[in-house]
């Protein structure tokens, strides 16, 4: 068996090559790449997609899906000391089981996303994650929250929290007339960003909103559109780092109301550049991030969005800028290296 580290996503959503290959702009790939320089163990970044062609790129491997490049996966994972899994489902879950029969030296990391609703499954769903949890020598959440409710589940501390840094920098604040607020993120109906809108009707002629996003779902942009008829607002669609941090200097606060938030790299993103941030008091990832009131603030309900915005946003942004360095890579790496110590 050779030294590899076997990262494996299965790209599900619609993300483009480029996004994929720009590999430095994530602050997981960024440290499993350094933890494998330091170990000198070899990383590999293995993608199924729906491209007309496999890829094969430096460190990372995009094949299509089909049963020939699977047996190429499989074999990859037989020569790999570590697999990190990074989604979860049914195949995820018999590519595990296979690692495990076949290549017990082969380390499984598995990575949870999203909310662990372990609460609102049946006896036998239940069962199937009791199973499948027992596959993986080593369990990742994306906040602490998570963690300890995945341990609470699984009965033993093999959850820990990975921390998503962000590699940006602040961006100095610029001159504009109007109060404004930026949303980033996917244009889908599980951003909630009905809410956002509900809670700046009261105050709409003194507020100006900018959503940026790709559009997911084509009639809940509608939706919104038919929403946001009333107010002062402007929709970028999708936009890169770089031209997000521009509209971020136009801006006071960045806000995202998703009770099911369960981390939102966006939220670290808008700190790195001095942004304050706005959100749910029932997202668990808004709450591990947010001081209330000193780098933002965690509203219950979207109406007391009117109560918030005549607080002094220039002292929370000047404190938010001079504390950007918290949420760096280096604390990504840091978070990741002491995971793995539990590994090996």
């Known amino acids: 068996m050779s030294d590899n580290f076997l990262f494996y996503i299965d790209e599900r959503n619609k993300r483009s090559l480029n996004q994929i290959l720009e590999m430095d702009q994530d602050a997981l790939r960024y440290s499993i790449i350094k933890y494998c320089k330091e170990k000198s163990i070899k990383p590999l970044f293995f993608y199924f997609h ?3 062609k496999n890829i094969e790129k430096s460190r990372i491997i995009i094949k299509k899906r089909n049963f020939i490049n699977f047996i190429n996966f499989i074999n990859l994972i037989s020569r790999s000391k570590v697999l990190y899994i990074n989604i979860q489902g049914v ?8 690692t ?3 290549y017990p030296k082969t380390k499984i990391v598995h990575h949870f996303h999203g909310i662990f609703k ?12 009791k199973i499948y949890t027992k596959l993986f020598d080593l369990l990742i959440a994306d906040t602490t929250f998570e963690a300890r409710k995945i341990n609470i589940f699984v009965g033993k501390n093999k959850t820990h929290r990975f921390f998503y840094g962000s590699n940006l920098r602040p961006v100095k604040p610029l001159k504009h007339t109007k109060f404004t607020l930026v949303f980033v993120g996917r244009i889908s109906p599980e951003k909630q960003i009905e809410k956002i809108i509900y809670g700046l009707k009261p105050i709409k002629n003194s507020v100006k909103l900018i959503i940026i996003g790709n559009i997911e ?24 780092k770089k031209d997000i941090q ?4 136009f801006s006071d606060a960045f806000i995202n109301l998703s009770s099911d938030e369960s981390f939102g790299r966006v939220f670290v993103e808008a700190l790195a550049s001095g942004l304050p941030v706005i959100g749910s008091y029932y997202a668990p990832g808004p709450k591990e991030l947010i001081e209330n009131g000193v780098n933002g603030f965690i509203l219950k309900q979207p109406e007391e969005l009117k109560y ?8 929370i942004r000047n404190y938010c800028i001079k504390n950007s ?12 290296n002491q995971i793995f110590q539990r590994l090996f």
């Open 50 to 52: 729906n491209f007309d």
């Open 100 to 102: 495990k029969v076949f």
């Open 246 to 249: 521009k509209i971020f200097q």
């Open 91 to 98: 195949k995820e879950f018999f590519i595990a089981l296979i």
């Open 217 to 240: 779902n084509k009639n809940y942009y509608n939706y919104l559109i038919k929403k946001l008829d009333f107010m002062d607002y402007e929709f970028k669609g999708f936009m890169n």
């Open 325 to 336: 360095k918290k949420y760096s890579y280096k604390k990504s790496y840091e978070t990741f």
């Open 118 to 129: 372990i609460e609102n499954h049946n006896f036998f769903k239940k069962l199937y994650y």
């Open 308 to 315: 918030i915005i005549s607080a002094d946003f220039n002292k």
